[in-house]
T-cell receptor
């Protein structure tokens, strides 16, 4: 295991409420990523971080924000959750091995927005 | 946005059969990765390919980096029930901070 935990693992919330998902790593990896997984779409990148306080948008970033105040934690926030954000969210890390290409994934968070 | 076309979308095979799946892209990648996802878990890296034409094996799995750099193939020989899961290909462009583009996945079911 690559030392990645995600919390919570499951969450049910209502439309319009704020939601924060947490990714925690113990590997001191530089890069961290948030993906969402939906049937027929594979994994799509939401946001990523290339260092503390350094973040950038992925391909499906609308409605999401992120923060990284420490190397080990990367937070994903849905400011006002919508039903279209019902999905499984995965955090990934990379950057400590000889290549930055190898991403290791966390166990996922299943989010349901009613 | 960029897309990878992964096929087939799903496969239902008999235990012991060989399996082939592939990914194609309109863009050139400098890295191809293959992941497997078990139900309720995150994807796990199976094979990484870094050079056009490269052929790499991991047990019963063999993957190839297409010579055009626009495609990749994964073969599983003598399938077993624990091969069940979703297989994803992923491609990486040169110099983009490790960002990957994923295929839609191939769902594999194996009948004992």
């Amino acid at each position: 295991d690559a030392g990645i935990t995600q919390s919570p693992r499951h969450k049910v919330t209502e439309t319009g409420t704020p939601v924060t998902l947490r990714c925690h790593q113990t590997e001191n990896h530089r890069y961290m990523y948030w993906y969402r997984q939906d049937p027929g779409h594979g994994l799509r990148l939401i946001h990523y971080s290339y260092g503390v306080k350094d973040t950038d948008k992925g391909e499906v970033s609308d409605g999401y924000s992120v923060s990284r105040s420490k190397t080990e934690d990367f937070l994903l926030t849905l400011e006002s959750a919508t039903s279209s954000q019902t999905s499984v969210y995965f955090c990934a890390i990379s950057g400590q091995t000889f290549s930055t290409d190898t991403q290791y994934f966390g166990p996922g968070t299943r989010l349901t927005v009613l | 946005g960029q897309q990878l076309n992964q096929s087939p979308q799903s496969m239902f095979i008999q235990e012991g059969e060989d399996v082939s799946m592939n990914c194609t892209s309109s863009s050139i990648f400098n890295t191809w990765l293959w992941y497997k996802q078990d139900p309720g878990e995150g994807p796990v890296l199976l094979i990484a390919l870094y050079k056009a034409g490269e052929l790499t094996s991991n047990g019963r799995l063999t993957a190839q980096f297409g010579i055009t750099r626009k495609d990749s193939f994964l073969n599983i020989s003598a399938s077993i029930p624990s091969d069940v899961g979703i297989y994803f290909c992923a491609g990486r462009f040169s110099g983009n901070t490790g960002k990957l583009i994923f295929g839609q996945g191939t769902t594999l079911q194996v009948k004992p």
